[in-house]
């Protein structure tokens, strides 16, 4: 049995997995690894790209419907390590992460993170700092569970089928198992975001599918911290009411249309605030609904 295996899950970013897999393929330390890339229905070339790298510790699997809960479970399924180690395919991981995770989970039955620190390309890589802690229990990004412990929950809730909330359901459930939480400082990767913004368009579609999804998750974790997080609670709601009502969003598109490509700081305010107003109504849409 390997000690770990890293679980990729991708979509349609062949540039940015080959990245992720040359620093995984670089990793340092005495630890036996695998890698398992699960290609989630892609349409450019990340089947290439997981054949040029094939073969040395690292296998492909391929999950055609796109749903990143049902991708990562096909890994868990396929793994051979005793840890499974989670990150994205737009990070890079510097040559000691896969030893850093084993080395946190020495204390005994955890869920371990560590620093993620976004940069725009991979010419400077700062170090972690105070600000890249996080009190998230699991952020698929960079996480790392003992299988048998992952397995015993079931895994990710494959109804999690749109954007976000996925992980941080799975924390959920492995934190009522007794599971710990473990921040290494050590168990740091880079998360590379190049400096471009999504379109209002896309913003907004990803803002409606996880306002749906933490619908789902209220339903199904209906506990005040759980609330808090998804903002399902009436004072958050009667906010939204007042400050996205249609007359206000008429105005916040107007702002933004004349605006143009400059982006003043109202025009941001404004861009925010549509966005938020997504998110909350598919969030109310999706409590009312009894199918949701």
């Not at 991708?10 to 540039?15: E, H, N, S, V």
């Not at 990803?206 to 911290?225: D, H, I, N, Q, Y």
């Not at 903002?231 to 009502?245: L, Q, S």
């Amino acid at each position: 049995m390997a000690d770990a295996s890293v679980i990729v899950a991708t979509k349609d970013r062949a540039g940015a997995l080959r990245v992720c897999l040359a620093g995984l393929l670089a990793q340092r330390g005495p630890a036996l690894f695998e890698t398992i890339v699960v290609d989630n229905g892609s349409a450019d070339d990340t089947s290439s790209v997981i054949r040029e790298f094939a073969g040395r510790e690292l296998r492909g699997l391929y999950v055609a419907e796109p749903n990143r809960a049902k991708a990562r479970n096909a890994g868990i399924a396929q793994a051979r390590g005793r840890i499974v180690i989670f990150c994205d395919d737009d990070t890079f991981a510097p040559p000691r992460f896969v030893q850093a995770h084993l080395a946190a989970h020495a204390a005994g039955r955890a869920v371990v993170s560590g620093p993620i620190v976004n940069v725009a390309d991979l010419r400077r890589l700062p170090r972690p700092n105070a600000r890249h802690y996080s009190r998230a229990f699991l952020c698929s990004c960079n996480a790392s569970v003992a299988r048998s412990d992952l397995l015993e929950v079931c895994g990710f809730d494959e109804r999690y089928d749109l954007y976000g909330w996925e992980d941080t359901d799975l924390g959920v459930r492995l934190r009522r198992r007794g599971l710990r939480r473990v921040f290494s400082q050590a168990a740091y990767l880079y998360h590379v975001k190049p400096p471009q913004r999504l379109s209002l368009v896309e913003q907004l579609v990803l803002a409606r599918e996880k306002g749906t999804m933490a619908a789902r998750f209220v339903r199904k974790s209906p506990s005040w911290p759980v609330k808090f997080a998804t903002g399902a609670y009436w004072p958050n709601i009667a906010r939204a009411a007042v400050v996205h009502a249609a007359p206000l969003r008429k105005a916040y598109r107007a702002l933004l249309n004349r605006s143009g490509t400059r982006r003043s700081v109202a025009a941001r305010w404004a861009e925010l605030a549509l966005v938020d107003g997504e998110y909350v109504d598919a969030l109310v849409a999706g409590l009312r609904s009894p199918n949701a």
